[in-house]
């Protein structure tokens, strides 16, 4: 079994009608996920590439038994699709919509703790099973996505989509699969951070060890490493983070505050050096990132 | 968005934060003038939009409205960390007894507001925290209660203030919530937060930042208090970052733009958004020397490709010019490249005889190479890294120079080095024999 999708998971996709939604599902419904409907207000009656379109969540999961949703609607209207896709009882939620407010996210995020739900994104390519099911827009059509993305034994985190499909692929022109690969969301504030996602990776058997893609900002990497620091992890975690010449940059600005909350996190040195601290093999070069699989996998 | 210090203060003020009497001015004779209005004497500030002004001088008291004007004509010629003066405020002097801190933010990890509080305000706040964590209090707020009464006790609670004063900063602090949610505020920090020597909190500072995303329900009340958007970077655009942002705004789908001078030789159109951050580590690492930064993605047409193509080609010092981009699963290889040969044309360039590493991956990308080859374009597929094409260009750029130091016109050594890194001798000296196999079979 695969980790948070497979393929008896039941996708209710909400915003189907829009034009970037309607493609997604086509690519995801061609890859073999079981896309059982979609969701647009007063467009209930309609099809798109054959699912069936509801009024609401509630309709969608009464008629077609949806557990997953993907929401790509407008950034005013994602906290209430997310909420009522909760209220639903969807337990899982990808969230594709980017430039959400934060303070919408935090109210989402709040509503799926309260439900026992579990968000990811927003500003979320996407989620892969290669071979079983994907969800929203990751990896793009099959032809492309099995070019990328194929079975296998390493777990993919990435706060950047491209970049997920993109490791991917070059871990699979090297001969390494993938168990599971899920773009976080590229935002501050999002449903799923690295270390929330290690447990299901720890737990699952298919999963021998863990890629990691970060970048600057935001104190993702370093929360990682403190959780692996206090909890232990069984498996070898590779990461690399994209954008260490950020660092150098001028204008980079924070208020006393930010400084206060984060430390001095944020760096992407700073980040290296904490994931390192906690036994994370760290890739300076994005290709290095194969040749530390190679090792820890003992492929040579 | 960063607000000013005076339109963070206008905030405050609707939500009756309790504020010194202040002017805004724009020249010299102003501020004379407003320090007369206040009594004789005040506090000049600049208005800027970075922090740490009174470390860098920008905050003087003028004892005297001829010394305001002396002060204002230095101050609003300054620049703080790169960030122009654009005006100054004159403020009522306060008697101050405490500097306090108090600020609401995000918690990325607790995924909810989070709100501090802190005796030690001031100037070096961060220094004095860092040393002893224990003089800030923390709370944390559910977005679905809010500010509740309590919490404000519990907080103001910390600083054992007497008890007017904290009955007045228990209201401040529901005050600063409220105006955190209502404005979509990513920073609403009041430092100091001054308790005078009689016994009144008022705020002397104020910083407030708007979330970018969240503009679109606050930009319309904003401007309505005469508060505009703006860029929050301090330098000005260059003319290539001029052109390259004019570029990309002509078309509203994808992007071929975010382009920032390096004013190297290295031109560079790499792609998406990580992929640039990746691909640009890498030639930075690699002592590369970059004209350019930019990011090409979302499936941009190939006339806004083509447009910033021609603008990085034609950028002074521009020497050779690395393609990269990670795998495209929605942009088109094809659409890229068709972009790249065609700058290339319109600017004399023969694609074959130029110095370019290309390497590209996607959607498709047959069509695309089978636009590289036709022009004589020798390109990378997904086999070689993005850090390796990097390394690849670097390499290529350091051959041009050396040919250049040997006595060889730009143009001679461009047309040497674009036919030689086209040899598998070249790949396999910068990438070693077995890497160097694995890409270049059956390109
Ligand atoms: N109206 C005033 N009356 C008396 N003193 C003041 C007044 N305004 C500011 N000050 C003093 O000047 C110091 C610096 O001012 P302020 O905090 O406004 O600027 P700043 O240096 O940019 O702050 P920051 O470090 O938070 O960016 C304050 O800590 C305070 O001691
Ligand atoms: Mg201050």
Known sequence: ?300 | MRLYEYESKMLLEKYGIPLPKRILVKTPEEAAKAVEELGGKAVIKAQVLTGGRGKAGGIKIANSPEEAKKLTEEILKMKINDFPVVAVLVEELLNIDKELFLACTYDEVAKQRIMLISDAGGVDINEVVEKDPSRVYREWFNPFYGMMAFKAKKMADFLKLPKDADRALQSVIMRLYNLAVDYDTTLAEINPLVLTKDGKIVAADAHIEIEDDAMYRQQQRLEGMGIHDRPSTPREPTEFEKLAEENDMSDHRGVAGRAIDFGGSLGCIIGAGGGSLTTFDAILRYGGNPANYCEVGGNPPVKKVYGLAKLVLSKPGVKGLLVCHNVYSNSRVDLVARGVIKAMLDLGINPAEYPVVYRGAGAFEEDGYAILRKYGVRYYDRRLGMDQAAKLAVEMLKLIEEKEKEGKSLEEAQKEVAQYIKTEEFVKKVLGEEVAKKVLEGL
Request: hydrophobic residues 40%.
């Open chain 1, 1 to 300: 079994m695969g980790i948070l999708i497979d393929e008896n998971t039941r996708v209710v996709v909400q915003g189907i009608t829009g034009r970037e939604a309607a493609s997604f599902t086509e690519w995801m419904l061609d890859y073999g996920t079981k896309v059982v409907a979609g969701v647009t207000p007063g467009k209930e009656g309609m099809k798109v590439h054959g699912v069936p379109v509801y009024n609401t969540v509630k309709a969608a999961v009464e008629n077609h038994d949806a557990n997953t949703s993907v929401v790509s609607v407008p950034p005013r209207f994602t906290k209430d699709a997310v909420m009522e896709a909760i209220d639903a009882g969807i337990e899982l939620v990808s969230v594709f919509t980017e430039r959400v407010p934060r303070s919408d996210v935090i109210e989402m995020i709040q509503f799926a703790k309260d439900h026992g739900a579990r968000i990811i994104g927003p500003n979320s390519l996407g989620s892969i099973v290669p071979g079983k099911a994907k969800l929203a827009a990751i990896g793009g059509p099959t032809e492309e996505t099995n070019k990328a993305y194929t079975p296998g034994p390493v777990a993919v985190l990435s706060r950047s989509g491209g970049m997920m499909t993109e490791t991917c692929s070059l871990m699979s022109v090297n001969g390494i699969g993938q168990s599971v690969a899920i773009n976080v969301g590229g935002d501050p504030i999002i449903g799923s951070m690295f270390h929330e996602l290690l447990p299901l990776l720890e737990k699952d058997p298919e999963t021998r060890a863990v890629v990691i893609y970060g970048e600057p900002g935001t104190v993702a990497e370093e929360t990682l490493a403190d959780y692996i620091k206090e909890h232990g992890f069984s498996k070898p975690v590779v990461a690399f983070i994209g954008g260490g010449f950020v660092d150098k940059m001028p204008g980079q600005r924070f208020g006393h505050a930010a400084v206060i909350v984060t430390g001095k996190k944020g760096s992407v040195e700073g980040k290296k050096e904490a994931l390192r601290d906690a036994g994370v093999l760290v890739a300076d070069y994005h290709s290095e990132i194969i040749t530390l699989l190679k090792e820890v996998l003992k492929m040579k």
